[in-house]
């Protein structure tokens, strides 16, 4: 059994010399830091200037009564627990003292005893408090915005948007390539949600048979199909007053696609099997690399399931249309895996970010933490440089690649295109820079701020867009 007792910063309030005191020197002897007043008014000016872990102040006192205490000092410290005490304790004061926030209510005569445990477990509950804050804070960095990293106008608009749809029921459609981080971006959702203490459950719906899926996503009931021997409860029963995420939502089966528009709909459905009617109460998010029109126009997704999952529909953007973010993206992973391996690794060479911000991206971001990774484990150098890297990105910035990439970007090849279409692409694509924006189309940075002013682009323009 553990003994050890935890020891904190006390204010005792009380007019009455011999009673204060005494507690006082009882609490010191279990290691308590301990300050003492005898009036209402320099407790409240006490309790505002330092952070109590514990106030205990009697209910009558000379110039005020313990309640105004309480009231003012939760005011001002919320975290501090404050223990009213009183000679003559009645049901109504204790109720009225829990109300307006008190820890606990206790009754003089005091005994020792029960002193003692009621600040073991005021001190018990802010350690819990501060707890809960930390672990809060560590889901957040690691769900919430803060993960997710960019700097680039479209990112930001996405960032406003999650923002103002996060603590809401609204479904939401989540449109990227592969790698972009889709499954990141509906748990950040879920994190800034009032749902944030309820499940957060996934589900890739193109991971499994047809079968098999609708069993996972509604459960059955045991005999519904050959190997059910058990009742099983489904993703949507787990996610009940939470969130689901449903992934790769294109590949749905047509008869899955009914069960999902009830599910949106109705809030309800039936095991596979079964006859029973679950209601939950879910927010859905839903992802897809598929142009879910063409789809529709194709006749392999529903029109109707299709609306009714399109309320707020979110873009992620692919890695090569923000070409600005690579340094942020290379500084963070490599952050990351350099406490993993325990690595020297200071950085990348100008010459490997100016490559790896040249190359396609095919993968995304995620194929991009998988090269900083290998990049961290195989190089022996504090620096990663050119040869660090896989032949896939070097072989995707040869000079001829750079030359047709140059070519295809300059102003004077592409007279048959907007120059406003091809200005905003070229400014996306260096994340804004002006200077590296001029030198892609081939002009200088002058002529590039007369025809943005021309053209009436901006920055902020376009992230009101």
């Known amino acids: 059994m553990n003994t050890t007792l935890t020891t904190g910063n006390l204010l005792l309030v009380d007019d009455d010399q011999y009673i204060l005191e005494a507690m006082a020197d009882f609490l010191r002897s279990f290691g308590h830091r301990v300050e003492t007043c005898q009036t209402a008014r320099e407790a409240i000016s006490r ?266 529909m979110l873009e992620q953007p692919a890695l090569r249309e923000r070409m600005g973010d690579i340094p942020l993206l290379l500084e963070h992973y490599l952050e990351e895996f350099r406490k993993q391996s325990n690595k020297t690794v200071h950085g990348f060479s100008e010459q490997a970010v100016q490559m790896l911000q040249r190359y396609n991206w095919p993968g995304n971001v995620r194929e991009l933490v998988n090269i900083v990774e290998r990049s961290v484990v195989l190089s022996k150098r504090p620096i990663i440089g050119v040869e660090d890297l896989p032949e896939c990105v070097r072989r995707g910035t040869t000079p001829e690649a750079m030359q047709s990439r140059s070519l295809s970007g300059s102003l004077k090849a592409a007279l048959a295109n907007p120059e406003k279409t091809l200005i905003l692409e070229a400014l996306e694509s260096n994340g804004w820079n002006r200077q590296e924006t001029a030198d892609l189309l081939g002009i200088n940075r002058t002529t590039l701020y007369k025809k943005m002013k021309k053209y009436g682009i901006s920055f902020e323009r376009q992230l009101q867009s």
């Not at 003559?88 to 020792?112: H, Q, S, W």
């Open 47 to 312: 309790g505002a200037t330092y952070p109590f872990d514990v106030v205990l102040c009697d209910v009558n006192l000379q110039d005020d009564d313990g309640f105004h205490v309480l009231e003012t000092i939760k005011a001002a410290a919320p975290e501090t627990a404050v223990v009213l005490i009183t000679g003559f304790g009645t049901i109504e004061n204790a109720v009225e003292a829990i109300r307006l926030g008190a820890f606990d209510y206790l009754t003089k005569p005091l005994i020792d005893d029960d002193l003692s445990l009621c600040i073991q477990r005021a001190l018990g509950q802010r350690e819990i408090i501060a707890e809960n804050r930390t672990l809060k804070r560590q889901l957040d960095q690691r769900f919430g915005l803060g993960n997710i990293i960019g700097h680039d106008y479209k990112m930001l608009k996405m960032f406003d948007l999650i923002e103002s749809v996060a603590d809401t029921r609204t479904t939401v459609l989540i449109l990227g390539e592969s790698g972009t981080g889709k499954t990141m971006t509906a748990r950040s959702i879920h994190q800034l949600s009032s749902r944030r203490q309820k499940p957060f459950v996934e589900m890739a719906c193109g991971s499994l048979p047809d079968s098999l899926l609708e069993s996972e996503l509604f459960g059955h009931v045991a005999g519904s199909f050959t190997g059910a021997v058990h009742d099983k409860i489904g993703k949507f029963l787990q996610a009940d007053g939470g969130t689901i995420f449903l992934d790769e939502i294109a590949t749905a089966s047509p008869n899955l696609q009914v069960k999902l528009l009830r599910v949106l709909q109705d809030r309800e459905f039936e095991p596979v099997g079964g006859n029973k009617t679950h209601k939950v109460d879910i927010r859905l998010i839903l992802a897809t690399n598929v142009d879910l029109e063409d789809a529709v126009a194709k006749g392999t997704f529903r029109q109707d399931l299709y609306y009714r999952i399109n309320v707020i």
